[in-house]
């Protein structure tokens, strides 16, 4: 087995998770991350988990936006994150609408088989964070373990998510998972 397939995960839900929920973020001048999140990151990193971006983009479906706009709103988080020496190894993201019925929308698993194919990891070993019921489904159907963060929308779908581990934001997210390995 290749040493990257060892690697664990941390899967992310991009808006209301790593940044500021805005309703469909289309300037990169907007993106702004949450209070802590770039140190949370970079130790979750430290620690030797691999991170990736999973987001639901139906802004470039409904025409909202384009994806090159979408390419620059990624460019600005990857340079805020590295500001705090971080990198994502890979953000995957599916920018169809809802009615369009693809297998890539959350909670359907197609972005995190996609980052499996890519990046070589186990998904039942990983981490999947999010504000959604969307993302504590999709964490169920590849067996990850879900923490549903209350920034963004979590606070309203907490009652929705009780199989979830649940935490104020990304930073507790990141405590958790440490303590959990401490544990483990």
């Known amino acids: 087995m290749p040493a990257a397939a060892s690697r664990r995960f941390v899967l992310l839900d991009r808006d209301g998770t790593i940044n500021v929920e805005k309703h469909y973020l289309s300037?990169?001048?907007?993106?702004?991350?949450?209070?802590?999140?770039?140190?949370?990151?970079?130790?979750?990193?430290?620690?030797?988990?691999?991170?990736?971006?999973?987001?639901?983009?139906?802004?470039?479906?409904?025409?909202?936006?384009?994806?090159?706009?979408?390419?620059?709103?990624?460019?600005?988080m990857r340079a805020l994150l590295a500001a705090y020496g971080v990198v994502i190894d890979g953000i995957y993201l599916c920018p169809h609408a809802p009615e369009e019925a693809c297998d890539c929308r959350k909670p359907l698993p197609g972005m995190v088989e996609a980052a499996v194919a890519e990046l070589g990891f186990d998904p039942t070993q990983a981490f999947l964070v999010g504000d959604k019921t969307v993302d504590m489904e999709l964490a169920r159907a590849v067996g990850a373990t879900g923490i549903l963060v209350r920034t963004g929308h979590g606070r309203a779908h907490e009652g929705q998510c009780a199989a979830a581990l649940v935490v104020d934001d990304l930073p507790a997210a990141a405590a958790l998972i440490e303590r959990l390995l401490k544990e483990a």
């Open 27 to 76: 300037d990169p001048g907007q993106m702004e991350l949450y209070p802590g999140v770039g140190p949370a990151l970079r130790r979750l990193q430290d620690l030797g988990f691999g991170l990736a971006v999973i987001t639901n983009q139906s802004g470039i479906g409904r025409g909202y936006f384009t994806l090159d706009t979408l390419e620059r709103i990624h460019q600005r």
